[in-house]
């Protein structure tokens, strides 16, 4: 699944592949869905005055992505426009689809499918009893590893722990590569999704967390809601009419996305 909208739609590509398409060519519209026109003007100004073909399809492409997906999707004119709103439907979606993978993702050490570390670095001024009891009494755990964190990545990530490919969330085999012993550690400290626990090592205390999932980013919760989230895309986009200007290409099905006239 990528990972960005212009990029992270990748269940999107599957879903699209269904949808109906048809040809439109009103003037000045270079492209319509479910009603909802993009004219000439506005696929310039997401293009950033760009004309050449492959810039101008993958534009088109995002666009038909977005909007088949929502009818209250904002005003997109330019590439910032079109993340944002791509970001914020599928932002909708996942908590209607999330009941499921975030059982299971919270099973964490019992079973869970990912794993997604936090962790405190304490020195010797704070005793890690005061950082647990301030945790316990409401404190978030961003906000407590910006204050008592050692470790400056730590602290600037607000306790997030990531592998050396800058992953959060791990599939359960690719967190013990990336962080060997970890998992016996937290299963001696009998942690669980959510409870922060302490260890001890060699530098001093530290307090660990396997996060919970509504403490994830979006990109985080994308990750573990996927085959659901495609699912429920691939329903939402079945139901959408596609229709592209043949000045500008034609919807490919197979490919879900705009290719010139007589690729699709």
């Known amino acids: ?33 479910n009603g909802r026109q993009l004219s000439r003007d506005q696929l310039a100004s997401l293009t950033e005055g760009k004309t050449d073909g492959a810039t101008v399809r993958s534009a088109l492409t995002q666009w038909v992505r977005v909007v088949s997906l ?21 932002a909708a979606m996942i908590p209607q689809v999330s009941a499921a993978p ?14 997604c570390l936090a962790a405190i670095t304490l020195g010797t001024e704070v005793p890690a009893a005061q950082v647990m009891a301030e945790l316990e009494a409401g404190l978030p755990f961003a906000d407590a590893a910006v204050q008592y964190s050692t470790n400056q990545t730590l602290a600037q990530s607000g ?21 060997p012993q970890i998992r016996g550690v937290l299963a001696d400290a009998g942690a669980t999704v959510g409870q922060p626990v302490v260890v001890t ?25 996927q085959n659901e989230l495609g699912e429920a895309l691939l329903a939402e986009a079945q139901r959408a009419d596609i229709s592209i200007s043949p000045r500008m290409g034609e919807w490919n099905q197979e490919q879900a996305q705009v290719v010139p006239l007589g690729d699709g």
């Open 1 to 33: 699944m990528k990972r960005r909208l212009a990029l992270s739609l990748g269940a999107l590509v599957a879903a699209l592949s269904f949808s109906s398409c048809s040809s439109v060519d009103h003037g000045e519209v270079v492209a319509e869905v």
């Open 201 to 225: 090592d060699a530098s001093g205390d530290l307090v660990l967390l396997l996060r919970a999932f509504d403490d994830l980013t979006l990109d985080e919760q994308r990750l573990i809601t």
């Open 70 to 90: 929502s009818d209250e999707v904002g005003d997109i004119s330019t590439p910032e426009e079109l993340l944002t709103e791509g970001n914020l439907v599928l």
């Open 159 to 179: 306790g997030v722990v990531y592998d050396s490919e800058g992953n959060s969330c791990l599939d359960s085999a690719s967190f013990d590569i990336a962080f």
């Open 102 to 115: 975030r059982a299971e993702f919270e099973k964490g050490l019992a079973g869970g499918p990912y794993l």
